[in-house]
């Protein structure tokens, strides 16, 4: 596919990313498109829960009201959380190094959620030239049984990463962006499908991040958007 289509694919994607306002935006200002609809969604609060499979078991479920303060910062008040009790060491011989182990260990797990988290957060990220950029090489699919439009990004974030933003042709929305990258040299998935308030802006309705090496699956629910 040569550059000068691949131009013109950018200002289409702009309107899909974005809903047919988007139709006015520049090639150059696509990120301006996707920043406008963060900015509505900023007007919403919603619920936002967060499940943490270890394992394949469900270990912790988190939920929390989310809404953004006069200052566009992001504000999150938990309203419940239910961890589950594993079964403790028995009492005994090193009983207690066994205990410091096992939160030791709980420990590590919290920080590499933390850094699992903040590495979705980076895709496709806020600066304005990376990802239009990202869109010129990009690998582009069209038709199949679903018809819808994959652009596939490679090396984005880290050396070896791609990420793909699957859209709909029909309703010029986005719905699903697949993501496949690397924390400590391991392998990591992200898929963020995404839904759309009644004549408002797009959400991401549902994050799965999945670490295999971790066996660790998070799963992100965002639901009851309201004015």
Do not use: C
């Amino acid at each position: 596919m040569n550059r000068k289509w691949k131009a013109t694919l950018l200002t289409w994607v702009a309107v899909l990313l974005v809903g047919a306002a988007a139709a006015q935006v520049p090639v150059n200002n696509l990120m301006e498109g996707m920043a406008s609809n963060n900015k509505q969604l900023r007007q919403y609060t919603y619920k936002q829960r967060t499940e943490t499979y270890h394992q394949g078991e469900l270990k912790n479920t988190k939920l929390d009201e989310i809404h953004y303060n006069p200052g566009g910062e992001r504000v999150s008040i938990p309203l419940d959380q239910h961890q589950a009790q594993p079964e403790g060491p028995r009492r005994g011989p090193g009983h207690r190094l066994i205990a410091k182990k096992i939160e030791e260990e709980k420990e590590k797990m919290r920080d590499y959620i933390e850094r699992l988290t903040a590495l979705a957060g980076r895709y496709p990220g806020t600066d304005p030239g990376k990802l239009g950029a990202a869109i010129l090489n990009a690998d582009v699919t069209t038709g199949g049984g679903s018809r819808q439009v994959r652009i596939r990004m490679r090396n984005y974030v880290k050396p070896g990463d791609s990420m793909t933003m699957i859209l709909d042709p029909v309703t010029k929305r986005p719905v699903k962006t697949e993501i496949n990258t690397f924390l400590d040299d391991a392998p990591v998935s992200i898929v963020v499908a995404f839904d759309q308030i009644r004549d408002g802006p797009n959400y991401p309705g549902k994050i799965v991040m999945i670490s295999s090496t971790k066996q660790l699956e998070i799963r992100v629910f965002t639901y009851e958007y309201r004015p």
